[in-house]
């Protein structure tokens, strides 16, 4: 579902936030990217997004060679990923149904395919009945799930998500983690870069770890430990 080969990225001024860096992900797998503030998670993930470009190397994205898509063809990539942010990025002066509904406005469904989508997707993360609410009026946990539900009504085969426990207590990012287990069991792909080693360790998934730009890689042993 995901190869990076060889990818390095530089940024003007000669910070190098990524080097050499090599990994694939699977189809339905599901993966943990971690490491310290500035260590390239983020970037990582732009780089599937095409919000960033590497220096050196190539990123492949569900078949598709990102180096090699044209302008119009971004679009289309992105509609294959579902993104999941730390602060929600939702919109205040929006319903939830409006927030999202947002990316199927965007891709053109009409209004009953999207009220349909809209409602699979509130159910999927529990808020059935609250697409009318403000966001402003949830909590941080229901607006990470308003988040998320924006993120996969477009059923995309590819969920990534940077940082989305970042604000909440250890029950609800114990939740969340829980939402994103549940799409992966139906076939989705998700990567989660996050800085909670501990909640990592204990539900023990394969984990992709980012140090200074280069990327080394935990093995999974039985009883959920890793070397």
Do not use: C, W
Request: glycine share 12%; no cysteine.
């Amino acid at each position: 579902m995901v190869r990076f080969d060889r990818v390095s990225k530089r940024y003007p001024g000669g910070k190098e936030a990524l080097s050499g860096v090599s990994f694939e992900l699977d189809r339905g797998e599901f993966a943990f990217l971690t490491g310290h503030s500035g260590a390239g998670k983020s970037t990582l993930l732009k780089l599937m997004m095409q919000m960033e470009h590497p220096s050196r190397g190539q990123v492949f994205v569900d078949g598709l060679n990102l180096g090699k898509l044209r302008a119009g063809q971004v679009p289309y990539l992105r509609r294959k990923i579902g993104v999941v942010f730390q602060n929600h990025q939702l919109l205040f002066d929006r319903s939830v149904y409006d927030n999202i509904a947002l990316p199927l406005q965007i891709a053109g469904y009409t209004p009953a395919e999207a009220g349909r989508r809209v409602r699979a997707a509130l159910d999927s993360v529990g808020l059935l009945g609250m697409e009318k609410r403000n966001p402003i009026e949830l909590s941080g946990g229901e607006q990470q799930r308003v988040g998320i539900a924006r993120a996969v009504v477009n059923k995309p085969p590819l969920l990534l998500a940077d940082e989305p426990t970042g604000n909440l207590d250890p029950e609800l990012s114990a939740e969340i983690m829980n939402l994103f287990m549940r799409f992966q069991q139906v076939g989705v792909t998700v990567l989660i870069a996050t800085h909670d080693i501990a909640l990592v360790e204990r539900l023990g998934h394969r984990r992709l770890i980012l140090d200074h730009g280069q990327l080394h890689e935990d093995a999974l042993i039985a009883g959920g430990q890793y070397v």
